[in-house]
């Protein structure tokens, strides 16, 4: 406690002291971002001006889409105006308003991949009672449920964080991340925010153990299925959310639980950019690929036939 520092701003992770690799940085960020944010945006305004697309599954999308929206607007454009001004800088407040949005937007992916995936159940092993569980109140209370659940999971874990005292203001990433900011806590206290981490962890997992005992079901429930379009188009339904749940787990549970170092390395930053960039960068293309329906509505939205 002796070596307890007053922390009025925080100094981010500097990718190279060259100043033509930062401005690499720069535009390789930018064009992660750009690619992320059209693909979202034509996701969402596809769904909304197709009245066919007017479905739980495509309500569901549009949200997923707005959260990865949200989660790369707090952490890139502060990256990349780093970069460009060759400057580590952002401020105290920047950085727990930060931590508070991208803990909200990553908690709620979670939850609501969940959501999709309870939605893909009763499609397939319940489909003709679909329209009636999977009602527009239905659909409306399990969205709000996804955005208060996350609220909270990011308030708790915030105000955990920032009620510490910071005995230095080096973070070894390029955004404020939990992980590296509790290795500047000069308290005891730290442990009260692991304990929250873990139990935002805990619920992590209990979401992924749902969603795999869901798809035992599904994939019996397929299997059964006598054509083999039917059963095609039902795995075609599947097959992006799974793609997208595995990629945001794996990348995310081994960013968060692997120990971490008290120096930056290389593979700390590789994998924090796979699970907070490059999930909501392809979640677009993954999940339109093989849809002819939200295809054909991209087509027209871009006027193409």
Known sequence: ???????????????????????????????????????????????AFDHRLHTPMYFFLVNLAVQDLGSVSVIIPKSMANSLMNTRH???????????????????????????????????????????????????????????????????????????PFCSNVVNQFFCEIPQLLKLVCSDLYLIEIGIV??????????????IVTYVHIFSAVLKIPSAEGRRK?????LPHLIVLSTFFLTAGFAYLRPTSNTATQLDLVFTILYSMVPPMLNPVIYSIRNKDLKAALAKLVGLR
């Open 90 to 164: 952002i401020s105290y407040f920047g950085c727990v308003f930060q931590v508070l949005l991208f803990f909200l937007f990553v908690g709620c992916d979670v939850y609501l991949l969940t959501v999709m995936a309870y939605d893909r159940y009763v499609a397939i092993c319940d489909p003709l009672q679909y329209e009636m569980i999977m009602n527009r109140r239905a659909c409306t209370q399990m969205v709000a449920g996804v955005w208060f659940g996350g609220l909270l999971n990011a308030a708790l874990n915030t105000g955990g964080t920032f009620s510490m």
């Open 1 to 47: 406690m002796d070596n307890q520092t007053s922390v009025s701003e925080f100094l981010l992770l500097e990718f190279s002291e060259v100043q033509e690799l930062q401005m690499l940085h720069f535009f390789l960020f930018l064009g992660m971002f750009l690619a992320t944010v059209t693909g979202n945006l034509l996701i969402i305004l596809a769904v």
């Open 234 to 238: 039902a795995f075609s339904t599947c």
């Open 198 to 211: 873990m139990l935002s962890t805990t619920i992590g997992f209990g979401c992924f153990i749902f969603i």
